[in-house]
């Protein structure tokens, strides 16, 4: 089992930029896959910001040079930072593990994760 824990969130004005955060513990590992995903009210869960077990990354195209993911393998923390952010980046952040290790190639698909942390909102006041 994997724990996960998100902080950072907050409101901010669009434009402005905000750093996440997620601890791992339990069973953490840095060989695993781990991502951001959003949702906003009424919409469906999207993925946001995803690396994988060699710690190549893939970004939804809504964030493309706006946001960098990051782990600092050390310490089992998973960051996203946030630059330029617009009101529809508001949403619920959370951050989420796959299950099965080593994890050589990492997806957007919130199905395609098994762990999960209560989130931390956003919110982009324009």
């Known amino acids: 089992q994997v724990q996960l824990g998100e902080s950072g969130g907050g409101s901010v004005q669009a434009g402005g930029s905000l750093r996440l955060s997620c601890a791992a513990s339990g069973n953490a590992r840095s060989d695993r896959c781990m991502g951001w995903f959003r949702q906003a009210p009424g919409k469906e869960r999207e993925g946001v910001a995803v690396i994988d077990g060699d710690g190549h990354t893939l970004y939804a195209d809504s964030v493309k040079g706006r946001f960098t993911i990051s782990q600092d393998n050390a310490k089992y923390t998973l960051n996203l930072q946030m630059t330029r952010v617009k009101p529809e980046d508001t949403g619920m952040y959370y951050c989420?593990?796959?299950?099965?290790?080593?994890?050589?190639?990492?997806?957007?698909?919130?199905?395609?994760?098994?762990?999960w942390g209560q989130g931390t909102q956003v919110t982009v006041s324009s």
């Open positions: 989420a593990a796959r299950s099965s290790y080593p994890c050589p190639w990492a997806i957007l698909s919130p199905q395609w994760y098994n762990y």
